[in-house]
């Protein structure tokens, strides 16, 4: 039986990723700082309880170096990050801590504890920022644009520099933005969704939102798990960006999420004037420039045809399902029903 150690093991991909690996006969370890997340993705997957739980935190060494010597692991996946972008521009310092000198930390303890154990990064479309509009491979270069992207920058190349000095084998997925219903309310396509069902069920009059014009390359977490565990599969370590290939902008996701809870929206005015009103007039959406960030990344979007060439994986869920998928969760949880994840 092969043993896997998950970091951030409560957030969404880790949630996703244990029941993949419980599914395919893993002894799963969960690793996390037992913060805010609590245990809820696992419970609505069914397998709270099936994971066996480690503290760690990326800030502490030691903490790291028993959950390593603990688990014992074949495989180690490393979701633990400070993942929240704008966030990152108020605690910058907090961010690099974990996202950057934490996978030094993880990396080193991985190199003295269990240097035959495979090891993925979670690295991010935003090490590419504002590189312009055309399709991201992995040799587009980076250009970051917020302190989460500059900490996750480090933390792409010590994963790449432990793989060439110190013979890890050792992987970057470079994800484009991947969405559920298990997605952390902070991000914008679980806010919308969330609150398109409660003002659907009457439970909330409006919801504010920041860059409508940001253009993203949404994806379906649920299959990118399977991605990251088959970059981990192969003979050699490399990395690979996990994408849909197609962009939207975040105004089409609003309009899809509210169409699927039965609330078709107009458009009316421009910046942060424009507002999204339902067939009675009511104003659903409106702008704050509360959710503006001081630097946005204009568009990304990705090319995942080596992943889908050497690993065998392609993105099936696309954006014109996405919203639907998150906002019936949404109504399921409203209304007390068992969600589909
Ligand atoms: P989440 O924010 O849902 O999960 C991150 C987890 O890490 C949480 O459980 C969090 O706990 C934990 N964590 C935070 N700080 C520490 C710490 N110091 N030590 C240990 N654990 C910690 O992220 P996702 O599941 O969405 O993403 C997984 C990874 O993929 C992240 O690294 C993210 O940056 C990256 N990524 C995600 C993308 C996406 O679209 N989802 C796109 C590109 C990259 P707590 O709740 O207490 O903070
Ligand atoms: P990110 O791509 O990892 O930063 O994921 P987010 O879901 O946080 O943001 C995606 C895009 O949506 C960014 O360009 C944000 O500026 C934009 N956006 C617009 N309104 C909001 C909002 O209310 N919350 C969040 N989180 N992002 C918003």
Redesign the pocket.
């Known amino acids: 039986m092969k043993k896997a150690l998950i970091?951030?093991y409560?957030?969404?991909?880790?949630a996703y990723l244990s029941r993949l690996l419980l599914e395919k006969g893993y002894e799963v370890y969960g690793a996390?700082?037992a913060?805010?997340?609590g245990l809820w993705r696992l419970r609505e997957l069914g397998i709270e309880g099936k994971v066996k739980d480690l503290p760690?935190?990326?800030?502490e060494q030691g903490s790291i170096m028993d959950a390593l010597e603990k688990a014992q692991p074949d495989e180690i996946y490393n979701?633990?990050?400070?993942?929240f972008v704008l966030m990152s521009f108020s605690q910058p310092v907090l961010t690099a801590e974990?996202n950057a000198v934490?996978v030094a930390r993880l990396l080193e303890a991985v190199r003295k504890t269990a240097p035959k154990a495979r090891f993925f990064q979670?690295?991010?479309?935003?090490l590419f920022g504002s590189t312009g509009s055309a399709q991201k491979n992995e040799t587009t270069d980076f250009y970051p644009k917020s302190p989460y992207a500059v900490s996750?920058l480090y933390a792409h190349w010590i994963t790449v520099n432990f793989r060439q000095a110190q013979g890890l084998y050792a992987c970057n997925g470079i994800?484009?933005?991947?969405?559920s219903p298990l997605?952390?309310e902070e991000f914008v396509t679980r806010k919308i969704a969330a609150a398109a069902a409660r003002i659907k069920k009457g439970l909330q009059e409006k919801v504010t939102v920041g860059n409508l014009d940001a253009l993203r390359d949404w994806g379906y977490?649920r299959e990118y798990v399977e991605g990251m565990w088959r970059m981990l599969q192969q003979e050699k370590p490399d990395d690979y960006i996990l994408a849909t290939g197609e962009v939207h902008p975040v105004r089409e996701f609003v309009g899809r999420a509210f169409e699927a809870a039965g609330l078709p929206l107009d458009w009316k005015g421009k910046g942060l004037d424009e507002k999204g009103c339902d067939a009675s007039g009511a104003v659903r959406v409106e702008v704050s420039k509360e959710f503006y960030r001081p630097a946005d990344v204009k568009e990304l979007v990705g090319d995942a045809s080596k992943a889908r060439r050497v690993l065998g994986w392609e993105a099936k869920t696309k954006f014109g399902e996405l919203a639907p998928i998150m906002v019936d969760a949404e109504m399921k949880r409203l209304e007390g029903a068992k969600v589909e994840l």
């Open positions: 970091t951030g409560r957030g969404q991909d880790g996390d700082r913060g805010d997340a760690l935190d990326l800030l979701f633990a990050a400070q993942s974990i934490g979670a690295s991010t479309a935003e996750k994800l484009f933005n991947h969405e997605r952390g977490a």
